[in-house]
């Protein structure tokens, strides 16, 4: 690799790790407004979600200058592909957490709450991120590999969710707005968790050359 080209991979890793940062951010607030409904969080959150999308393109950028400049070979094409997927996916999730924020307001009229407990769910899906965005810094293969496994954690608590909603919306369909929007949080942190999972086998690829994608 020549100087040159360290350098571009270097400042590719600090943009992807700053961009997964405040993904991590949006997340965070997400979980807040769903505890208790705060417009200026929410606000605040769909700020950050723009800033994303303008980094975004920033890193796509980046990335295709290097293909174009440097004609990196091996693990650094590998590098670069994995991080122009890794950087759709991080977008992709800044909206899914923004759109949960966004949710959050449906709940402001019933005394602020959630009629759902969705802290262990959150908890699971932030660690997955976390998790997937430090296995591209260390190259774990083995933390990756723990981030796909614990996607079918979050399928569970998805599934219990519906479950518990629908038995909810039978016992009174007056709150079937907050009913729903509870599905739509469940599904946006399961799909969450799918991007994270996505981003862990992206990292296993890097390293080691292999998609492991659909495989058990």
């Known amino acids: 690799m020549t100087i040159h080209l360290q350098r ?3 400042k590719l890793k600090k943009l ?21 409904y705060d417009k200026d969080v929410v606000v605040k959150a ?6 994303v999308d303008a980094m975004e393109v ?17 693990i650094d094409l590998r590098f670069v592909i994995s991080v122009l997927k890794i950087n759709n996916d991080l977008e992709r999730a800044s909206d899914l957490a923004t759109n949960i924020a966004n949710q959050s307001k449906m ?5 602020n709450l959630c009629p759902i407990d969705f802290n262990k ?4 899906v932030q660690s997955m991120l976390k998790d ?4 591209l810094v260390t190259m774990d293969i083995k933390l990756a590999n723990k981030v796909c496994g614990d996607d079918e954690l979050v399928d569970q608590k998805r599934s219990d969710v519906k479950n518990k909603t629908i038995a909810l919306i039978k016992d009174d369909a007056s709150k079937s707005n907050s009913f729903i929007a ?9 799909r969450i968790a799918d991007l994270a999972t996505n981003i862990a086998e992206d990292v296993i690829y890097m390293v080691e050359g292999k998609i492991v994608r659909h495989l058990s």
Do not use: W, Y
Not at 121 to 124: D, W
Not at 132 to 135: F, G, N, Q, W
Not at 182 to 190: D, P
């Open 107 to 111: 709940f402001s009229n019933n005394q």
């Open 46 to 51: 769909n700020k950050r979600d723009s800033e």
């Open 182 to 190: 509870t599905l739509i949080v469940s599904r946006n942190l399961e």
């Open 16 to 36: 992807i790790l700053s961009l997964g940062a405040m993904v991590e951010e949006n997340l965070s607030d997400a979980k807040k407004t769903i505890s208790c």
């Open 58 to 74: 920033e890193i796509e950028e980046e990335c295709l200058k290097i293909l174009a400049l440097h004609q990196p070979v091996a």
């Open 132 to 135: 997937a965005l430090d296995s």
């Open 8 to 10: 571009e991979i270097e």
């Open 121 to 124: 769910m959150f908890e699971i």
